[in-house]
């Protein structure tokens, strides 16, 4: 029932010689029309690109190249139902501003038409992604393709809005030197609720925030367009395009760590749900009885799975001793960790049973309790799935807590597509 991925997303740093990378695009891309345009002016061209304007059909041919590969024209134009020379217009034109290039490798045989096979060109844009704990900053550039070329971690000396904002800038702007950048996104635990386009953070329990409009924020405080989103959500968003869930239409992700928390994809977009709190799967109940959770509920899903509840329940201060005090026979640790694979194959069945997804991605600080009790998650999950249902692909996928970074540069390059 389970694979397995190692799912690296951060790659052996390497730059691109940022004056090369500067120079090619800046006559390619134009002025974006779109309000913090005007804001760039007041810094220097060298570091930073505006993404160009593009018609609806220019970016469905775009998309299809960046999440699925390169592609043949004649595919693109399956594909997109678009005419073959409705297509070879839109790509001149994304070819002009440098968004893809027309490759010769796919078709090697001089009988082929090499020239129709289109390329992304990953060096057109660089993202800054970040994501916000209470205590820290972790931030990652990464070009068109979501590949990391950089990063940066930063301790938060202040939790106040202002203070943190600043701290951003400073981080960007630190990344200007070598890369053009064309948008900033910034993730973190906490609702996220969309007033039209623009989000807003209702609430972040860890930076002891209320609503704060942190994307004006952050656009004001570095001249970039800016996203901002949940961080579990960040992380669904970027394994669906560019991560462990490419491909499938419908899909869910649970992060487990000091919290618990759930993304899902239905019909291939996020749901972000009426007031920002969709995936809340922290508090289902798993028994009637066992240990209680912070907020007093007998049984659930918190009360088992995450990381202080394990500590809790096993006596233990840390994760890593818990595991390897389990494996060599101690039975609080074991006990603690089996209960806690029982309540994730409950998340996993809920889930399941909801939105029927072609795959269900466990990742965060805290997989390894999955690797530990697959054997009761597993059962947990068949208990409790519905007879009518086959049987779920549940995949985990390492993490790295620059996860979270990639998926908000992710969060970035889809603000501005
Ligand atoms: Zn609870």
């Not at 800054?128 to 900053?137: E, N, Q, R, S, Y």
């Not at 049984?299 to 006596?315: E, W």
């Not at 039975?331 to 309540?343: C, I, V």
Request: proline share 3%; hydrophobic share 45%; with cysteine.
């Amino acid at each position: 029932m389970f694979t397995t991925t190692t799912y690296s997303t951060i790659p052996t740093l390497s730059m691109p010689d940022a004056a090369d990378s500067t120079s090619s695009r800046r006559g390619h891309l134009r002025q974006r029309a779109r309000g913090y345009a005007g804001k760039m002016s007041k810094r220097s061209a060298l570091h930073e690109a505006t993404w160009p304007e593009l018609h609806e059909a220019q970016r469905a041919v775009l998309l299809e190249v960046l999440i699925h590969g390169s592609r043949s024209r004649a595919d693109l134009a399956r594909r997109t139902n678009l005419s073959r020379a409705t297509l070879m217009r839109l790509t001149r034109g994304l070819v002009e501003l440098g968004l893809v290039t027309e490759g010769e490798t796919l078709a090697p045989t001089g009988r082929g038409r090499p020239s129709e096979v289109l390329h992304l060109r990953p060096e057109a844009a660089y993202f800054v992604g970040i994501k916000l704990t209470g205590d820290a900053l972790y931030a990652v550039v990464t070009d068109l393709h979501a590949k990391v070329l950089a990063s940066d971690e930063r301790v938060l000396e202040s939790r106040a809005v202002e203070d943190v904002v600043r701290l951003v800038a400073e981080v960007v702007d630190g990344f200007r030197g070598q890369f053009a950048l064309t948008a900033v996104g910034v993730c973190l635990a906490g609702d996220v609720t969309y007033e039209g386009d623009q989000p807003l953070v209702l609430e972040s329990p860890f930076l002891g925030w209320g609503t704060v409009a942190l994307a004006a924020l952050v656009e004001r405080a570095t001249g970039l367009a800016a996203s901002v989103s949940n961080d579990v959500q960040a992380l669904t968003v970027a394994h669906h395009w560019f991560g462990a869930g490419v491909g499938c239409t419908n899909m869910a992700l649970i992060a487990v760590g000091a919290g618990i928390g759930s993304g899902f994809v239905v019909n291939d977009h996020i749901v972000r749900g009426s007031r920002g709190h969709p995936g809340k799967v922290g508090h289902l109940l798993v028994t009637e009885h066992g240990p209680q959770c912070d907020r007093g509920h007998t049984g659930c899903v918190s009360a088992f799975v995450t990381i202080p509840a394990i500590l809790q329940n096993s006596g233990n201060s840390e994760l890593e001793q818990t595991i390897r005090a389990a494996a060599a026979g101690d039975e609080a640790s074991d006990r603690a960790l089996r209960d806690a694979g029982r309540a994730l194959g409950t998340v996993v069945a809920t889930l399941a049973d909801l939105i029927d997804p072609q795959k269900v991605i466990i990742t965060g600080e805290a997989l390894a309790v999955a690797r530990y009790s697959s054997a009761e998650m597993e059962a947990s999950i068949r208990e409790r799935l519905d007879p009518a249902a086959e049987a779920v692909q549940v995949e985990l996928v390492d993490f790295d807590f620059a996860d979270y970074a990639w998926a908000a540069a992710i969060g970035a390059i889809r603000h501005v597509i």
